[in-house]
């Protein structure tokens, strides 16, 4: 089974938050299992990172795609991670330097967002790669 691990400083505070990613959570279930770590500052989440072989990190900054180039995309790290991945985002002050310069950047969009909305947006665009790869009606 592939897995995809979150990284992320925080907690979700908000229920219905939690409520959308169990959603989505659930309905990757069969293809995908996704994992949540949530760090308590930078440092932590930078160390966490570190232990993480196969990564990429979510920046505002980062390369632009449409939702059928990030399913190749993620298909492809599935596949070099054997399987594995870990995705970080960042917290109310984004990125370190250190997690920027070593890693991929990915952007959800040139918006900036909460921590806690990207963890949904990002679920929901795991959730549609994986449909565009399975060849459902779900991205139209």
């Not at 979700?12 to 996704?34: C, D, F, G, T």
């Not at 599935?78 to 310069?101: D, V, Y």
Request: aromatic residues 8%; charged residues 25%; positive net charge.
């Amino acid at each position: 089974m592939q897995k995809i691990r979150i990284l992320s400083i925080g907690k979700n505070k908000e229920p219905w938050l939690e409520q959308a990613l169990s959603e989505y959570v659930k309905r990757l279930k069969s293809s995908l299992e996704i994992e949540f770590t949530w760090a308590k500052n930078n440092d932590q989440l930078h160390a966490l990172a570190e232990k993480e072989p196969h990564r990429f990190c979510l920046d505002a900054n980062g390369k632009l795609m449409s939702s059928e180039q990030f399913a190749s995309f993620l298909t492809k790290n599935l596949e070099l991670g054997g399987s594995r991945l870990a995705i970080i985002i960042g917290g109310a002050e984004g990125l370190t330097p250190e997690l920027k310069a070593s890693n991929a950047l990915v952007s959800l969009s040139p918006m900036t967002f909460t921590h806690q909305m990207t963890r949904l947006i990002l679920l929901e665009q795991i959730y549609r790669a994986i449909e565009i790869s399975k060849g459902s009606g779900y991205h139209k």
